[in-house]
């Protein structure tokens, strides 16, 4: 140890020290000693004596800011620079002391669970699991700070550090000085740790409310840190991160937020915005927003907000004063916007780039809106994805038609499922019919049409924008475009559409292309689907079972295909439609709520099943959504297991904010149990039970 470890301690503390350092091995990487003080004002002395390891110390002082222990004093020492840092013999002596926030117990129980989690978490750092061993922390504290009801607002207050080189020959020392508040420490270690500085040593000394901590550190090769611009980016991430620790809380994730704010901040290095916005950066509105964003999807943080970096921070700034990111756009001002832009360049590669350029950021904001605006409804959001791809793919259409050259004909585009019910949500794909008429074309054109339109449409993961033609007559044996002729034999009777085929098409409408040509698809529609023809309830109601026999895990939920998903109300619905739509062209809408709202002044759906099946629907889409933003996959609708911590992140993404994270994801386990009931109690008793 540094010759100050032997002036600070008694030879009776170190001879302790040394007892303990004899107990660790493999199953023990720490050992722990607890005195409570003599004062007997809920004072102890934390003695930890352990393996030396990278971010040792902030995981200390994350728990015990999370058992409500509050850091007033200590002493932190590790072998001297003369020991090799690789060595598996380095040792620590961290000596804390410590008082308890009001309220909080830590009487024997807590403390051998205090150890527990200590010699846990000490595994995984000797395992080289640095960032599992951080992120199970940040979990485990702002769960504790929610049930200590302990807000981490201290943390917003200013930060003052400085480095010295001259006070050491081994180590830089940092001065760190801000009013002493609750997990100070830990959001200042945990920042050193994020960015790979070694702490060598710690004072901590605290004093009228006010802490001046000193640390002798070192960056990860061991090398003091002396260059200027070295010691200003450290400076700022340490504040920052002091600030974002204050709302972790807030995050739907809080490890994910910490981990991401950690990319956010290399991407901020990287980049120079102006001092309007890095001020915004500073405020407690901006990293709420920020702690929101970063704290709901790994997917989110890899896909789109490291893409858009630069559109990130000028549209949470516009968030924070209360103005619209950028509000949904309409279909004719999506339409105008990208006409502009696609008027800039020549050539089809260009005008592709284009189209895919703005499709992306369309949906980024788009979808930043939808997790961060509060006054932003799931059928707004529809809504704006729906029209940003019906513009998208009549660009599409039109860039390709073009490409090709001349040709006799009419080409259109009709829209199946969420798509073409204007019910697209986070990640929803497209799912797509081609239909030509080819008035002496050949058909291989508006084949090699279909096939290009496919290509120029760009999607960067499974689920947003990607294309699927499934829906199109006879499946993957079939065409990829469809001759108008060929589609009304096979929607026809006596044509080869199978009875779950004519269901579908219940959601088939109209949206780019030749609209002539496409009106006349939708007037075939419903002509085909509202016939009068009698309608398989055997074959329909067997497929539904089959779904949730062959689709859904054993002993698992999927909230699309178990018994009460939402597949149940969709088809109700769509069984409904079937039955009646000859009679009320009301009912004839690709819609599932407005077809819902019409069965309900039909009075084909009474007050009590509305009441059941409509709110049931909007939770159970927020429930998907909420799904596809942590997966980024839109097939992945398996519920998490309930006391997993993505169950319990999901809870948080949908409003369950209780004091416990347990608790809100118990009620929201509670919630989807009896919405799914009900749901699927209405189906049987609708159309089972009748059948």
């Known amino acids: ?46 003695v930890i004596v352990g393996f030396d390891y990278l971010s040792e110390f902030s995981i200390f002082c994350g728990l015990l800011s999370a058992f409500g222990l509050d850091i007033r004093a200590g002493d932190i020492y590790s072998f001297s620079k003369g020991v090799d840092a690789r060595s598996s013999l380095r040792k620590i002596v961290d000596v804390f002391r410590v008082g308890l926030k009001p309220g909080v117990v830590f009487d024997q129980a807590r403390q051998a669970e205090f150890q527990e989690q200590l010699q846990t978490l000490a595994n995984l750092l000797a395992t080289g699991a ?95 840190i002396q260059d200027p611009a070295e010691q200003d980016r450290l400076r700022t991430t340490v504040a920052m991160i002091k600030q974002f620790t204050r709302f972790l809380p807030e995050a ?32 407690e509105d901006g990293m709420n927003l920020l702690a929101h964003l970063l704290g709901s999807s790994d997917y989110l943080w890899e896909e789109f907000l490291s893409i858009h970096f630069r559109e990130l921070l000028p549209s949470l700034e516009r968030m924070a004063e209360r103005k619209p990111i950028r509000r949904f756009a309409d279909a004719a ?40 605006d509060p006054g932003a409804t799931l059928i707004e959001f529809s809504q704006s994805l729906t029209e940003l791809a019906e513009v998208v793919i009549d660009e599409a259409v ?28 986070y990640a929803s794909d497209l799912e797509l019919l081609f239909v030509h008429d080819d008035q002496g074309a050949r058909d291989y054109f508006f084949e090699s049409l279909a096939h290009k339109v496919v290509e120029t449409i760009e999607f960067r993961t499974k689920g947003i924008f990607q294309i699927d033609l499934r829906l199109r007559p006879y499946g993957d044996a079939g065409a990829w475009s469809v001759p108008y002729e060929e589609f009304r034999r096979y929607y026809g009777p006596g044509g080869a559409a199978a009875p779950f085929e004519r269901q579908a098409l219940i959601k088939l409408r109209w949206v780019a292309g030749d609209e002539s040509l496409g009106r006349k698809v939708d007037a075939h529609r419903d002509a085909f689907i509202y016939s009068g023809a009698p309608w398989d309830w055997e074959n329909a109601l067997h ?46 809408v690709p819609n599932t709520l407005e077809a819902l709202d019409a069965l309900r002044k039909k009075n084909i759906v009474s007050e009590s099943e509305y009441g059941i099946l409509q709110p049931a629907y909007l939770f159970l889409r927020n429930l998907i959504d909420a799904l596809r933003i942590v997966r980024g996959d839109a097939s992945d609708l398996l519920l998490p297991e309930q006391t997993s911590e993505e169950f319990k992140s999901l809870a948080r993404r949908l409003g ?26 209405v189906f049987v008793t609708r159309f089972m039970k009748s059948s």
């Open 130 to 224: 640095a960032d599992q061993a951080r992120e199970r922390l940040n979990r485990f504290l702002t769960e504790r700070v929610e049930t200590m009801r302990e807000p981490l607002t201290g943390l917003v207050h200013p930060i003052e550090i400085r480095f010295d080189n001259a006070l050491s020959a081994d180590w830089t020392v940092m001065e760190a000085h801000s009013a002493d508040t609750f997990a100070l420490l830990y959001a200042i270690s945990n920042a050193l740790a994020m960015q790979g500085v070694y702490i060598h040593k710690v004072k901590i000394r605290g004093e009228g409310g006010e802490a001046r901590d000193q640390f002798f550190i070192a960056d990860r090769w061991c090398h003091r």
């Open 1 to 46: 140890m540094d010759e100050d470890y032997f002036s600070t301690f008694s030879p009776k503390e170190i001879c302790t020290h040394m007892k303990m350092s004899t107990g660790l091995d493999s199953r023990h990487r720490v050992q722990v000693r607890i005195d409570q003080q003599a004062s007997g004002a809920g004072e102890f002395e934390v």
């Open 398 to 425: 039109k860039i390709c038609s073009e490409h090709a050259g001349s040709r006799a004909g009419s080409f259109t585009v009709a829209g199946l499922g969420k798509f073409g019910g204007r019910e697209m949500g």
């Open 656 to 681: 369950y904010r209780d004091d416990n994270r347990t608790i809100g994801a118990q009620r929201l386990a509670t919630d989807i149990r009896q919405r799914m009931k009900d749901v699927h109690s």
């Open 333 to 372: 001002e999506l339409r105008r916007e990208l006409r502009s832009r696609l008027e800039q360049v020549s050539g089809f590669e260009e005008k592709k780039s284009v189209l895919n350029r703005f499709k992306d950021d369309q949906v980024f904001y788009i979808d930043v809106r939808h997790l961060l």
């Open 543 to 588: 497929l539904r079972q089959r779904q949730i026999r062959e689709l859904v895990k054993r002993g698992h939920t999927n909230a699309k295909y178990s018994a009460g998903g939402i597949i149940d109300i969709e088809y109700a619905v769509q069984y409904l439609q079937l039955l009646h739509g000859q009679h009320h062209v009301e009912l004839r």
């Open 252 to 283: 739907p994730d809080p490890a994910k937020a910490m981990r991401h704010f950690d990319q956010f901040l290399d991407k901020m290095a990287e980049e120079k915005f102006p001092d309007h916005v890095m001020s915004f950066l500073a405020r």
